[in-house]
């Protein structure tokens, strides 16, 4: 075996690390559940003889059961799993549908394996003083373990509670399991939850190879030092004796001295060795068994020869000392060929060279297309697939983001050379590039997929690209044509921004005036969570220079408040006074916050956030007050960015949301619970199915009192809690509303003069986005100008704006039946989840690493079609969408 490579060409890795969705179950239910309760009973009859006759109790259980167990984990673990009476006992809430199914909160999550080995060690250091010689004590223990595991099946999900967390034996488990010879079917989880990570009874042969690979150190670092310390424990224990003549504190000193030994020593190792952590840990497995059953072997051997009424041969006894040698072989031979077959299967796939227009690009260094940025003088490559904005963030350079869907026009950059080199634009990114007067002279960073070498300049002012250029006078007037003089916009966002640029284009007669309470022109709303934490949030905010609305002849009333409109007259009146006639006026006045009270806002550290004002507000108190905890309520997107926002301004974070998940109307529990383990790993603090009851604070709110009886206290809150349009214009003109101004599909409202776009406007279909704002405009320009056509519902992938996850919604999330769903496996690095409806992709979801959403977002938005891929879609190959790109 040469470096370790097996030939593997008869073994498919796929069929070899199936995870227990894959398999067949070899047994019938019936006999599973028999056997559950003949095992559960058999427990019983143990604590039984431990109280009544503990002499014979005590022989059973720690010279015969115990013994035997880690030969059951080696050759088939998940024989236990399915019988265990913990496991049993955690089920029944499951199985009578009478548990919570509570998240495990993210603290517990970490702390989880920590309290389970200091479970199985606290056990083995309490043997010698009490647990050998007390039948009642150990009894006692046995009730307790299987009290806990019932209650924790009661409060939390899947196995989370008990199985795959805090169970003292979970630990040893992994440890004696990781390369089963004999793979038995899980047959409690249906379906999977993804309540834990790694999770041993979904893929027992894959789970500790994720392990000790996984991308989290503490996690990773945590499993590793309970493989160092295992051989130094046995070892304690056994070589000190049953009864060691100095006392107990000296007993407790020397057995952690020998577990600290031995992780010492398996630090050293892998740390100064070029060795593989898997095949360290797997060497340490063994002289575990090779230790253990040195001196348990002959134990075994003797208590069936006792109650045999005979006594072992001496010869026998000497031979029994070698069972952990044969006990540690499957360990070695069967762990080092499923180590081989995992690198197979997490091997990258190698795809053909592409050549592009018959010429062959040229290669970094590092095997990839490389980038250079002019104004840093930094060069760096770009991994196939990604992004220019993708690359240049994990560069580390400084760019501003937005939608990252060629809507919003946050991020041009200047395309000095290698342009060939890129993708080409998309409709969208062509429109938006000709909005910001860059078209033929910038690119969208976060649209360029870069095939070749390119030099970029991040500052598209450097070249006089973003110098403002009056639009294209159109050769057809169409608003004269429509007989339209003046339009009269109210909201500067996307919406009325939008509505705006396209009259201009349109008509170079037409007056268009935009009205705005806001003292910032069109700005980009989706980037104000850096605002909040960045030194210089506003630079690159705003989405279109000053000067842009002089060369184009739209006059925009900052700062201005519409007070009123009259319908009989068609003027507008403003807060200055003046009044405004219009022949058609445009309401996107969008909406405002919701708060949890109404006088939420009246208290000095409570805010908002939906406006650039609001978080600049929000970064000044916390720097005024020295703020270190905030609370968010609200675990919608704006709540979960809002939260990742103040948690890198270095605020300690907890978030509040009322539903059962996180972004319950865009994720389900999959995608939900990979946001929340992200969240939570970064440090900040979830809490789900909660809301405030009461407060406490005059000026200053200091306290929350949580629906479910807990209090929180922060220093600031930040409510984040959906939105409520803005129709007091509307209502106060008489139009008719409903819970927004209701329109046609021309966006027309009740007056056939006054359309109504954005938030503000009750149309078909979702509101609150960035593509709608755009298409709601879009509709009522064509509709002024005398078009006939209608708001066409844009095909929308929702997108969470943080930079430590991919978090990915489309359309309806919920199946219904009939309906055909495709599925990654819940153990990979990335979950995901079609649903397909009358042979049309009608929903979506997506949650994985940073920049893994890639391929997944173009299928879904250009709704590629799936046939091709449909194979691989049904084993949850992630590689999938990448092949039907």
């Known amino acids: ?17 199936a995870n227990y969705t894959k398999r067949t179950a070899r047994l019938p239910r019936g006999f599973w559940v028999a056997l559950r309760v003949a095992v559960l009973l058999g427990t019983f009859g ?56 509570k998240d495990l909160p993210g603290w517990l999550k970490n702390a989880a394996f920590g309290i389970a080995v200091f479970g199985f060690v606290a056990a083995v250091a309490l043997r010698v003083p009490l647990l050998n010689q007390t039948g009642w004590a150990v009894a006692a223990g046995m009730f307790l373990v299987l009290a806990l595991a019932l209650l924790g099946g009661f409060i939390f999900k899947g196995r989370s509670g008990w199985c795959g967390t805090f169970c003292p034996l979970g ?65 304690g224990y056994f070589l000190q004796g049953p009864h060691p003549a100095y006392g107990e504190p000296l007993h407790l000193c020397i057995l952690l001295a020998a577990c600290a030994a031995s992780a010492g020593l398996y630090g050293i190792v892998t740390s100064y060795f070029p060795l593989a952590p898997y095949r360290v840990a797997a060497v340490f497995t063994a002289a575990s068994l090779i230790a253990f059953y040195w001196f348990s072997g002959p134990t075994i051997l003797g208590t069936i020869a006792a109650l045999a009424g005979h006594a072992a041969p001496s010869g026998v006894v000497d031979v029994s000392r070698g069972l952990g040698i044969a006990a540690s072989l499957p360990i070695l031979g069967f762990g080092l060929y499923s180590e081989a077959l995992f690198k197979i299967a997490k091997a990258p796939k190698t795809a053909p060279a592409m050549a592009v227009a018959g010429v062959a690009a040229p290669v970094a260094r590092s095997g990839a297309p490389e980038v250079l940025d002019r104004g840093s003088g930094a060069a760096f490559p770009v991994s196939a697939g990604a992004t220019l904005l993708e ?45 910001l007067g860059l078209e033929g002279k910038a690119r969208l960073a976060c649209m360029c997929e870069v095939r070749g070498p390119v030099t970029i300049d991040r500052d598209p002012k450097s070249g006089g690209a973003a110098a403002p250029k009056a639009l294209a006078a159109p ?82 009333w900052r ?59 929000v970064r000044n108190y916390v720097q005024s007050s020295g703020a270190r905890h905030a609370v968010v309520l609200g675990g919608g997107v704006l709540g979960v960015e809002a939260a990742d926002a103040l948690h890198h301004l270095g605020l300690h974070v907890t978030l509040l949301q009322r539903a059962d998940r996180l972004m319950n109307a865009q994720l389900d ?122 708001y066409q519902i844009p095909r929308i992938v929702l997108q969470l ?65 799936l046939r091709p891929a449909r194979r691989a879609l049904l084993m949850g190959d992630s590689s999938a969408f990448a092949q039907l790109c």
Not at 1 to 17: E, H, L, R, T
Not at 495 to 503: D, H, I, M
Not at 536 to 546: N, R, V
């Open 669 to 790: 529990e999959q995608a939900a619970a990979k946001l929340t383990a992200y969240l939570e790993g970064v440090g900040i603090r979830i809490a789900v199915n909660t809301s405030v009851d009461r407060w406490e604070g005059e000026e200053s709110y200091h306290t929350a009192w949580l629906s479910h009886g807990p209090r929180v206290r922060a220093d600031l809150f930040v409510a984040c809690l959906g939105v409520n349009a803005n129709m007091f214009l509307a209502q106060q003109a008489g139009l008719e509303v409903g819970r927004s101004i209701k329109v046609d599909a021309a966006m027309r409202t009740s007056d056939p003069d006054i359309y109504a776009v954005g938030d503000v406007a009750e149309a078909v279909g979702p509101g609150g986005l960035w593509p709608v704002g755009a298409a709601q405009a879009d509709a009522a320009v064509e509709s002024i100008l005398g078009s006939d056509k209608s």
């Open 559 to 617: 700062n201005t408040v519409a007070r009123q409109i009259d319908r009989a007259q068609k003027t507008v009146l403003l807060g200055t006074g003046e009044k405004l006639p219009y022949d058609k006026l445009i309401l996107a006045t969008g909406a405002r916050a919701t708060t949890p009270t109404p006088d939420f806002l009246r208290r000095k550290n409570a805010f908002v956030l939906r406006a650039a004002d609001d978080a600049q507000a």
């Open 475 to 556: 050769t057809v007037d169409r608003a004269k044509e429509a007989g339209v003089e003046r339009v009269v916009i109210i909201g500067n966002g996307v919406a009325g921004s939008t509505a705006a640029e396209k009259l201009r284009r349109a008509s170079g007669s037409l007056a268009v005036d935009v009205v705005t309470n806001e003292p910032l022109h069109f700005y980009n709303r989706m980037a104000i969570g850096r605002v909040i934490y960045g030194r210089t949030g506003f630079d690159g905010l705003q989405l279109l220079p000053e000067a842009w609305f002089e060369e184009n002849r739209v006059e925009v």
């Open 171 to 235: 630990p040893i488990q992994r440890v004696y399991g990781q390369a089963p010879p004999v793979v038995v079917k899980n047959g409690y989880c249906d379906p999977c939850l993804g309540c834990q990570k790694n999770c041993y009874d979904f893929n027992p042969r894959g789970a500790v190879f994720a392990d000790m690979t996984d991308d989290d150190p503490r996690y990773t670092g945590q499993r590793r030092l309970f493989f160092g310390l295992l051989p130094g424990l046995i070892l």
């Open 391 to 435: 690359s240049i963030e994990k560069a580390g350079l400084k760019i501003n983001f937005g939608c990252r869907a060629g809507l919003c026009g946050a991020d041009p950059v200047v395309i000095c050379e290698g342009e060939q080199n890129l993708s080409p634009p998309s409709d969208d990114e062509r429109a938006t590039l000709a909005r």
């Open 46 to 101: 143990i604590c039984a003889l431990l109280l009544l006759r503990p002499a014979l109790g005590l022989q059973l259980w720690w010279r015969l059961i115990v013994p035997s167990l880690p030969l059951v984990l080696v050759l088939a673990p998940g024989l236990w799993r399915q019988v265990c009476p913990m496991a049993f006992l955690n089920q029944i809430p499951r199985a009578t549908k009478t548990s919570r199914a």
């Open 1 to 17: 075996m040469p470096g370790g490579v097996f030939k593997m060409a008869a073994i498919d890795p796929a069929v070899f690390f």
């Open 801 to 865: 704006k943080s930079e430590g996850i991919d978090i990915r919604s489309f359309g309806d999330i919920q199946a219904k039946p009939g309906d055909e769903e495709f599925c990654a496996q819940p153990d990979g690095a990335s979950w995901w989840r079609l649903i397909v409806r009358d042979g049309k992709l009608t929903g979506a979801v997506f949650a994985g690493p940073p920049h893994s959403a890639k391929h997944f977002t173009k299928v879904v938005k250009e709704d590629i079609d």
